[in-house]
């Protein structure tokens, strides 16, 4: 049987197996099933002449499937997960080397566990502590813990574990100076030698004959590599959307191909050697820097297309692109999670399919500028879920910059290839070159300044959800004819445009329409940080904040959980003492999102923290409020927030612990009692129970004070109030042992569910008028009977509503008959 784009129908099925594969549990035996079962009606489809289409799918998605299994199964190393190893091997990559800390890939030949030697060849992630430099080649000797590298706790945020298993790298190991010892000087296989040879050529070159500044950007360009950049300029090309420039690319192998293949014929080279030539030199490229995804993608569609092109066959670009995605998930099926994998494939994408188009519809605004312009439009359009669910904004003046800039962009990786060329074997000519490059980029440089000052902000956005990112790219399909309608019957044309209106309403409004209180506890590591949600509505108890290092919490987990749930505004934010897990990241916040209202217990000008904060919240106009015993903040009219501890006679006879300061927080909604307690200890403890007197203790939900220290959640406490559920705030492997023992078996013996973000991630608490529900994030993969269990009612109901929506339309089609689903 024929089939006109092959490579769509195997590739498409394939992509969805990976999914299947990496986010559900399969056992071997399930595996077996599926495979053998696909094979067979496929064979049998073959044998018996009933071949269709449907059987390819289901045998690639078997296939992607198999291989993405493989893949996750493919670690010895993660088998010696919280081990105490031996490890010997050699360092492949410097990530960086700083003065008291290092990071390295370490690619591991030996491990010895239990005096028993294990031979093998597989990469780690390695963190030296203490003042260290090894060299790329050094074989080192270490012993340590081996550990699977952490994944995102809270949703949407940066999982590290996903991102080393696209690279194959499955554990990380830190270890103290002292633990790892160098036992042989650099040493490296021919072929990695050539790469770390042509890295330092290129730094060489740029040094030499480029400015400081321009050396940098052109370093960045040529090896894909932004640690060139100060976090200053990068930032700079971030917000002009020109960070695709600092990944190697399409666009670089397309530019220099052209190069290439012009200037051999500029020489006389023939046609097929200048092809076969530019073809090698391509390759090497993408060899020396390492063949990530959007090369290898650019390699494998220009070596297709100058091989039509000598044999004189047509060029599917489509069919060729899946071809490509095709072989290099064969190679890697983790690569499709990769940010820089789904850029490449999609603006590839989009660029081939939309820009004629556009060029179309807009004739005859066809000239040069108007196809750049077309092309920067459908890479927008086509990339824009993606973009907003990782980077949440568009800037206005990205558009603008990749138009003005690109072409001088494109011009200046022409002249850093040809310096690089001509560094080899001629001064003269790549001191000319670099004349000429310095001026290019200064002119950029000059331009992108002017561009990048002018007021023209970003719009930030919230991560869309799957659904959000479903509807869009259907819609956007049916408008460019992508997806063509007309190859349904018109009474499943106007079932799929009901639905569709249905989704798009019941989205938009069930935000304004849901009746209850969602309380999240967002894990921060070491630190408390609880976000009241109700509707439009957003107060945090605390921010969490790095008690250790440098990591800013604020940063790099509070702020981005914040702005991908689209949350851009906080009516209040409540404080409950100044300690660096509870309030430092809270300056952070002050700087880039709306806070209505700051609320504090206490004053205290000793504290760092706390005039960091005064001074900050004066500087962004943010005003703060002290609140007293008995004072109440509304969030709606069926909840409040009242604070119950502490007296102002308390805070004065114990300001050497502040952790007894901590604003005593009750939260009544629909009836239910949350009660909120920072870091109280014992003595703060008896201070509450004191001026509860005459007061009904029982409440349904608790935090933990304390993180769950030994110094909290006395005997008399919890029996007072004698939570139902529990919920501890506290880092993985922190180095207080919170919490407690004895404190978790005082809550298990009165039958109290605890529930504990490093364990459960996020955990989101949402009380409505006649029920509540406890979720949490971090679950294992989920098997296929997991989601029968929690997900069953949804899955009924959709399917129940499509063959209701279908049978509905057919029978009342005289309602419809005014909805022409062609002008849709």
Known sequence: MYLKKPFIIITIPIILGIIFSYYLKINSSFLLIIILTSFLIFLCSIIFGFFKKRYIIILFFAIGILITYMKLESSTLIKFSDKDIELEGNISEIIYNEKDISKYILNVEKIVDDGVSYFLNEKLSLKVIGENKFEVGDKVLLSGVLKRPNKNTNPKLFNYRLYLQTRGIYTTITVKKHEINKVDEKTLPWYENMKLNFTD?????????????????????????????????????????LTHIMAVSGLHIGIISIFLITFLAYLGVERKTNTILTLIIIWIYGFLIGYPPSVLRALIMFTLLFYSKVIFRRYDSINTLFFAMFIILSINPLWLFDIGFQLSFGATFFITFLTPILRTKFYPYNKKLGTSLYAILSVQIGLAPILFYYFNSISIISILGNFILIPILSKSVVLGFSLLIFSYFSSGISSIIGK??????????????????????????????????????????????????????????????????????????????????????????????????????????????????????????????????????????????????????LSTLMKNINIKKVFIGYENKDNKLYTNIVNTSREESVPIY???????????????????????????????????????????????????????????????????????????????????????????????????????????????????????????????????????????????????????????????????IDYGLEINFTIIYLVLSYIIIKRNSYLFEELDIYEI
């Open 201 to 241: 050529h290129v730094e060489l070159a740029c040094e030499t004959y480029l400015e400081k500044q321009n050396s940098s950007i052109m370093k960045a360009i040529l090896l894909g590599q932004s640690s060139y950049l100060e976090e200053q300029e990068y930032n700079k090309f971030k917000d002009l959307g």
């Open 436 to 585: 000429i490059l310095n001026l290019l980029l200064n002119i950029n440089y000059f331009i992108s300044e002017g561009i990048y000052g002018l007021p023209l902000g970003k719009i930030r956005f919230s991560s869309p959800n799957i659904i959000g990112v479903f509807l869009y790219y259907f819609i956007v399909f049916s408008i460019f004819k992508i997806i063509k309608l007309d190859v349904f019957d018109n009474f499943t044309n106007k079932a799929i445009i009901f639905y569709l209106i249905i989704c798009i309403l019941f989205t938009a409004i069930i935000p304004f329409i849901e009746n209850g209180v969602c309380i999240h506890f967002i894990d921060v590591g070491q630190g408390d940080c609880i976000l009241i949600e109700d509707g439009n509505r957003f107060y945090l108890v605390d921010t969490g904040g790095s008690i250790f290092g440098n990591f800013d919490i604020g940063e790099n987990i509070l702020l981005p959980y914040l702005v991908k749930k689209g949350i851009f505004t906080l009516d209040g934010v409540f404080i409950t003492h100044f300690h660096d897990d509870h309030c430092k990241s």
């Open 626 to 788: 002290k609140l007293s015993k008995g004072d109440k903040v509304f969030i709606n009219e069926d909840s409040y927030i009242e604070v119950l501890s502490p007296l102002e006679e308390f805070i004065s006879k114990n300001r050497e612990n502040e952790n007894n300061l901590s604003l005593v927080l009750l939260l009544r909604s629909f009836g239910r009692k949350t009660l909120l307690t920072g870091d109280i200890e014992e003595a703060a403890e008896t201070h509450l129970l004191e001026n509860m007197s005459g007061r009904k203790g029982k409440i349904d939900f608790l935090k933990v004070p304390h993180h769950g220290s030994n110094t909290s959640s006395g005997e008399n406490f919890i029996d007072f109030f004698h939570p139902d559920y529990a919920f501890i705030q506290v880092g993985e492997n922190n180095s207080f042992n919170h919490p407690n023992e004895e404190v978790l078996k005082r809550y298990e013996r009165r039958n109290i569910k605890v529930f504990r973000t490093d364990e459960s991630g996020l955990i989101t608490l949402s009380i409505m008028p006649k029920e509540f529900n406890i979720s949490i994030y971090n679950r294992d993969r989920l098997s296929i009977g997991d989601i029968v």
